[in-house]
């Protein structure tokens, strides 16, 4: 389960249905194009969040029917509504996700016993692995090491997807736990996070950057330091930009001038104007 996920996006039309053919196109482009170790599916980037838990069931089916077993899948099932998080978890596991995953509860201000109920309970109903989603700036979950380390009792939490600036609690996760998996979350860090030893790493700007991202990371695990600086430089130029004009939007735009239909977001996500259209085709031209 080790290597470079992509945060998968999806493909929605103007009424915000999913656009199979475009989702496949996504698919496809990530495994033979960006040739990315794995895809993550229904994260941030996939706009979960925004969407029915048929909506959400129906992309699990379409990227397993189009990836099959040419990569690894981890289904992102946290919701929550706990009960759609366990029929989520356990409709991936029998499509064969080889991994599920769960953002930490938010919205309200769960307790620490509340939050371990819900990975346990979750986990309780499924026969696979799963991964903590850490992504505090939009959780507003912050937990820290000992935290970490009981959720890790659980012998079916095999890792932590880490979105975190934090990298003196990732040195300590890292140091702590040997044999779990740490993924690296922001793109921009994945150096400072590839030297900290992650096992690998999960982002949206994969969907368009895989390839660079995949060299920085094993430069890194090369000791060639140098060499990975340069290229997260260039990274984080186009990443820059791609924030600069709006995150998935722009993604999504860049993946259509690589010829891939990767449609509109779900609203309230705004499309992009003329100008940010235009924006993003330079950004493609320039940085890619
Ligand atoms: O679940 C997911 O889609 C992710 O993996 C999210 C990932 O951590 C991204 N974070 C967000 C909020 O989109 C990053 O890849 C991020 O977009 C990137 O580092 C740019 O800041």
New binding site residues.
């Given amino acids: 389960m080790k290597g470079l996920?992509t945060?998968?996006m999806c493909s929605f039309d103007e009424k915000g249905n999913v656009n199979e053919k475009g989702l496949r196109e996504i698919v496809r482009y990530n495994i033979d194009v960006q040739q990315v170790d794995g895809l993550?599916v229904?994260?941030?980037?996939?706009e979960?969040f925004l969407i029915s838990k048929e909506q959400k069931k129906q992309i699990f089916d379409v990227v397993k029917n189009e990836a099959g077993d040419d990569v690894k899948l981890i289904a992102?099932v946290g919701a929550l509504n706990l009960d759609e998080a366990v029929e989520l978890a356990q409709y991936a596991t029998n499509l064969g996700y080889n991994a599920i995953?769960a953002?930490t509860p938010f919205y309200y201000k769960f307790d620490f016993d509340e939050i371990k109920d819900y990975y346990n309970t979750i986990l309780d109903s499924v026969d696979n692995d799963l991964i903590i989603?850490s992504?505090p700036?939009?959780t507003g979950v912050n937990m820290n090491l000992e935290q970490f380390g009981e959720l890790f009792e659980n012998e079916k939490v095999i890792g932590v997807?880490f979105?975190a600036p934090d990298f003196f609690l990732l040195e300590r996760i890292r140091h702590a736990y040997p044999d779990k998996l740490i993924y690296s979350?922001?793109?921009?860090?994945l150096l400072s996070a590839s030297v900290l030893n992650v096992d690998g790493a999960?982002?949206?700007?994969?969907n368009v950057n895989g390839r660079r991202a995949k060299q920085i990371f094993e430069l890194a695990q090369n000791g060639q330091i140098g060499e990975a600086r340069e290229l997260q430089k260039v990274t984080n130029d186009l990443?820059a930009a791609?924030?600069d004009n709006g995150?998935?939007p722009t993604i999504k735009e860049i993946l259509k001038v690589q010829g891939v239909d990767a449609g509109y977001c779900r609203k309230p996500m705004k499309a992009l104007d003329a100008a940010g259209v235009k924006q993003a085709k330079q950004i493609a031209e320039r940085h890619l």
């Avoid at 979350?185 to 860090?189: N, P």
């Fill in positions: 996920y945060a998968l993550y229904n994260g941030s980037t996939g979960n992102q995953s953002v989603y992504i700036a939009l997807k979105t979350g922001f793109d921009e860090m999960i982002g949206s700007t994969f990443i791609i924030l995150l998935y």
